[in-house]
Every structure is written in structure tokens, then in C-alpha cells.
T-cell receptor, first 113, second 111 residues
Framework: DTGVSQDPRHKITKRGQNVTFRCDPI?????LYWYRQTLGQGPEFLTY????????KSRLLSDRFSAERPKGSFSTLEIQRTEQGDSAMYLC???????????FGPGTRLTVT | AQSVTQLGSHVSVSEGALVLLRCNYS??????LFWYVQYPNQGLQLLLK????ATLVKGINGFEAEFKKSETSFHLTKPSAHMSDAAEYFC?????????WGLGTSLAVNP
């Protein structure tokens, strides 16, 4: 069990640029989640995949955000035309179907200047 | 809608003292409840979970939590705090395939 991995761990970008983050879940986990966490807050749900199907998206996810999981393994989260308000920690988690506990990666900290 | 309230955004204890972090939930159905710990600039690590089996749940690092339906609580305790326990602790409830989180409690452990 290698755990959930995320890349990059840190990203600094200028406002208006596009960024893409990657998440590799635990290998046998078919469910994958993205959350966003700002300073002093708990995580907020963004979106959820079961295998390659994106089953739910939060209203927090504006049109500038898109997530994919093309082969049901790794996932990418892209933010277009970044804004300063996008600065946050982006967390990925995975779980086994039928199990409720989620296992988190180390997160990607995004800073938009 | 299900929600979680963590009482006390900051808790400070002395090394060796009892740790008590409070969590209350609201749920219209029997809940699945979790405690996670987050160290600075890291992801969230699962401490323990309640899934309607035993009401007293033991987790990692000596932590445990008791589910009390009558009080809608799931408080986290540890008999004796270590310096390494200093971190942010989050309570969460499972709702429709995703986790709903409290705001977190920052635990400081003083020597």
C-alpha cells in the first residue's frame, strides 16, 4: 500500500494562469474525491469519481474548474484563469467501494499571486 | 442536512494531561463519524471511525472516541498528551458519499 500521492506538493502561479494537479489513489480504490481547504477551515467537498465517472460536483466548482479520471486510476484537477481566491490546499482522497473511510494524500498547496 | 460542530477552535494542554476534543453532530440517520489529524502542511490522517458497531472506538496513537446518541456527540480523548500530538484535529460525518467537516480544533501541548 503506497498511499495516495499528489503532485506537485506546492504550486505558485500568477493570476490568470492555468494550473493542473495530479492525484494517484491507492491502487485498488475505485472512488476518488477532491476537496479544497483554506486556512483555518475544514476541507470542502469539490467532486467525486467512481471509476472514471464523475458522479457529483459541488456548486463550489465554478466553470473554471474541471476534473477528470480518464482510465479510472489517476485524476487531474485543472483550474483555468486562476484567481487569488483559488489559493488553498487541494486535497485528494480515495476509498474502496462499500467502505466509508477515505484516505488522503499530502495535498497540493496553491498560491496565486 | 448533516453537520458537525467542533467546540473550541484552540485547546491547550500540558504534556501528560488528558486531551478532550469535542464534536457534536446533527444527522437524521445513524451517522458514520470520523476523527482525522492534520500536521502542518500535510494531508489528513484517519485517527478513528464510528460505523454503528461499538460505541467506544479506539484509534491510532492512543486516541479513542465515544459515540453518545443521546448527546449527539463524538468527543475525542487521550489519557496522556505527548508533544507529538500537537496538530489540527477534524471531526467529520459521512453524508451521501462525501465527508462533511467541522472547522477543526488546534491542539497545543505545553512542556
Amino acid at each position: 500500500d503506497t498511499g495516495v500521492s499528489q503532485d506537485p506538493r506546492h504550486k505558485i502561479t500568477k493570476r490568470g494562469q492555468n494550473v493542473t494537479f495530479r492525484c494517484d489513489p491507492i491502487s485498488e480504490h475505485n472512488r476518488l474525491y477532491w476537496y479544497r481547504q483554506t486556512l483555518g477551515q475544514g476541507p470542502e467537498f469539490l467532486t467525486y469519481f467512481q471509476n472514471e465517472a464523475q458522479l457529483e460536483k459541488s456548486r463550489l466548482l465554478s466553470d473554471r474548474f474541471s476534473a477528470e479520471r480518464p482510465k479510472g486510476s489517476f485524476s487531474t484537477l485543472e483550474i483555468q484563469r486562476t484567481e487569488q481566491g483559488d489559493s488553498a490546499m487541494y486535497l485528494c482522497a480515495s476509498s474502496l467501494e462499500g467502505r466509508v473511510e477515505q484516505y488522503f494524500g499530502p495535498g497540493t498547496r496553491l498560491t496565486v499571486t | 442536512a448533516q453537520s458537525v460542530t467542533q467546540l473550541g477552535s484552540h485547546v491547550s494542554v500540558s504534556e501528560g494531561a488528558l486531551v478532550l476534543l469535542r464534536c457534536n453532530y446533527s444527522s437524521s440517520v445513524p451517522p458514520y463519524l470520523f476523527w482525522y489529524v492534520q500536521y502542518p502542511n500535510q494531508g489528513l490522517q484517519l485517527l478513528l471511525k464510528y460505523t454503528s458497531a461499538a460505541t467506544l472506538v479506539k484509534g491510532i496513537n492512543g486516541f479513542e472516541a465515544e459515540f453518545k446518541k443521546s448527546e449527539t456527540s463524538f468527543h475525542l480523548t487521550k489519557p496522556s498528551a505527548h508533544m507529538s500530538d500537537a496538530a489540527e484535529y477534524f471531526c467529520a460525518v459521512f453524508n451521501n458519499r462525501k465527508l462533511i467537516w467541522g472547522l477543526g480544533t488546534s491542539l497545543a501541548v505545553n512542556p
